[in-house]
T-cell receptor, first 112, second 114 residues
Framework: GENVEQHPSTLSVQEGDSAVIKCTYSDSASNYFPWYKQELGKRPQLIIDIRSNVGEKKDQRIAVTLNKTAKHFSLHITETQPEDSAVYFCAAPKGNFNKFYFGSGTKLNVKP | NAGVTQTPKFQVLKTGQSMTLQCAQDMNHNSMYWYRQDPGMGLRLIYYSASEGTTDKGEVPNGYNVSRLNKREFSLRLESAAPSQTSVYFC?????????????FGDGTRLSIL
């Protein structure tokens, strides 16, 4: 999406390893950064989000870190499991914060 | 509590036909969105509505029109469908105006244009 870049486009890890996905954004006024997981044929679903007043947020095996100076934020998944296999999207608001743009997605494959 | 409901789930059109995709939410959200998802392209914003009575263009608005019928409903219309509009269309809603809340998505409409 406009002004949100996501890398890598595909990521293959062994079960139990960690996975990291990174996104960069362009609007320095952006202050909210969600991550979505989309399983094949399903809707995107929120897995974690972070607001600009914090640098890191954790929820069990999932964490998000935010670097406002560099304008990037990352998703970290530890102890990956086969059910983590999916496409992950980052998003960031632009302008008046009602307009959300998405990264192009990362297809994560966790090999058992 | 159904969340975001999209109809239809599947549709096949011929080039030049018109079609309206329906979306309704029952969460009393102010903002609603239409995205299209093509393989490898992620989610691209077509139009959004920050509140009842307002709509605005996103990244890829050409060939589409929208109507925010009331607070619950936001429809997407293809006036003259083209094969390039074959895609999966997702509607989403979000609470608050400037608050930092996530979007909630519907199940999508899979549209094929021959």
């Amino acid at each position: 999406g406009e002004n949100v870049e996501q890398h890598p486009s595909t990521l293959s890890v062994q079960e139990g390893d960690s996975a990291v996905i990174k996104c960069t954004y362009s609007d320095s006024a952006s202050n909210y950064f969600p991550w979505y997981k989309q399983e094949l044929g399903k809707r995107p679903q929120l897995i974690i989000d972070i607001r600009s007043n914090v640098g890191e947020k954790k929820d069990q095996r999932i964490a998000v870190t935010l670097n406002k100076t560099a304008k990037h934020f990352s998703l970290h998944i530890t102890e990956t499991q086969p059910e983590d296999s999916a496409v992950y999207f980052c998003a960031a608001p632009k302008g008046n914060f009602n307009k959300f743009y998405f990264g192009s997605g990362t297809k994560l494959n966790v090999k058992p | 509590n159904a969340g975001v409901t999209q109809t239809p789930k599947f549709q096949v059109l011929k080039t030049g036909q018109s079609m309206t995709l329906q979306c309704a939410q029952d969460m009393n959200h102010n903002s609603m969105y239409w995205y299209r998802q093509d393989p490898g392209m992620g989610l691209r914003l077509i139009y959004y509505s920050a509140s009842e009575g307002t709509t605005d263009k996103g990244e890829v608005p050409n060939g589409y029109n929208v109507s925010r019928l009331n607070k619950r409903e936001f429809s997407l219309r293809l006036e003259s469908a083209a094969p390039s509009q074959t895609s999966v269309y997702f509607c989403a809603s979000r609470g608050g105006s400037y608050s930092n809340q996530p979007q909630h998505f519907g199940d999508g409409t899979r549209l094929s244009i021959l």
